[in-house]
């Protein structure tokens, strides 16, 4: 593992009790970062900090994303756990199921956006006042290469992560004197629990437009997010950095 050195700042990760946020905050931590996992599992939460704690500090905040006046709390109670916030990773998310637009449930579309979309805004605006006040921050999302693309069966998840991108590339401007650097990753598919929502169709689709012919692995995601987080990112912002095996075309 090539070293980052991350070391006293502080980190949120959201979603990391599990998969590519877990995977994240471990890296985080190997480089010499406190954690704050945000997750709205708190059995999952508090699994993951045991098992990580061996890495260096881990706090733990059980939060509903899709709330403001949660996120606001956990933030607040982020700082007093750890001083202060350098970096924000926006990664919850969920897939939502397979269905071709005109079927798609109302209901299912909307929660999808709000999970993986207004989520990500919610925790920005809580955070970055912060991050202003302290004039240094990283702010690293969790797009997907289906938000450049859009995967057939998968608008609102494609629909999501698209906002992501133009959310992530709207904040970069507004920070780009303020030393803060926003950017996101696009992963293709990476091996992780959230492929349980999808369809073997689905995922046997997405696997065959990756021209290295495999999924990406958790780890590989984690590295390129610690560059993003530490200060050698420091002439990059509004970024959009794709982890697709080749699948990018633009």
């Known amino acids: 593992m090539n070293q980052i050195n991350l070391t006293h700042r502080n980190a949120i990760v959201t979603g990391g009790a599990r998969g590519i946020g877990y995977a994240i905050a471990q890296r985080l931590l190997q480089s010499g970062a406190c954690v704050s996992l945000w997750d709205v599992n708190a059995a999952a ?4 900090k045991e098992s990580l704690a061996e890495h260096g500090t881990v706090d733990t905040q059980t939060v509903e994303l899709t709330d403001a006046d949660a996120v606001a709390a956990a933030t607040e109670n982020t700082l ?4 202060h916030i350098d970096i924000l990773c926006n990664n919850a998310g969920i897939a939502g199921g397979n269905y071709p637009t005109w079927e798609y449930p109302v209901e299912e579309f ?3 956006i709000d999970v993986d979309l207004t989520s990500v805004f919610i925790c920005c605006r809580a955070v970055v006042p ?20 859009g995967n057939p069966n998968a608008s609102a998840y494609s629909a999501a992560k698209a906002g992501v991108i133009a ?3 709207s904040l970069g401007k507004e920070l780009a004197t303020d030393g803060i650097r926003v950017n996101c990753i696009t ?18 689709y997405m696997l065959r437009k990756i021209p290295m012919g495999r999924f990406g692995e958790v780890d590989e995601a984690a ?3 610690a560059w993003l987080a ?12 794709d982890l697709s095996g080749g699948r990018a075309t633009y």
């Open 45 to 48: 939460a508090a699994e993951a």
């Open 80 to 83: 007093a756990a750890l001083g």
């Open 110 to 112: 909307r929660r999808v």
């Open 130 to 149: 912060h991050l202003r006040e302290r004039g240094y921050g990283r702010i690293i999302n969790t797009a997907s290469i289906a938000g450049k693309e």
């Open 167 to 169: 959310l992530t590339k």
């Open 187 to 204: 992963p293709a598919v990476i091996q992780t629990e959230i492929l349980k929502q999808c369809t073997q169709e689905h995922i046997d």
């Open 223 to 225: 590295a390129l997010v």
């Open 230 to 241: 530490s200060e050698d990112c420091s002439f990059t912002t509004g970024g959009v950095f």
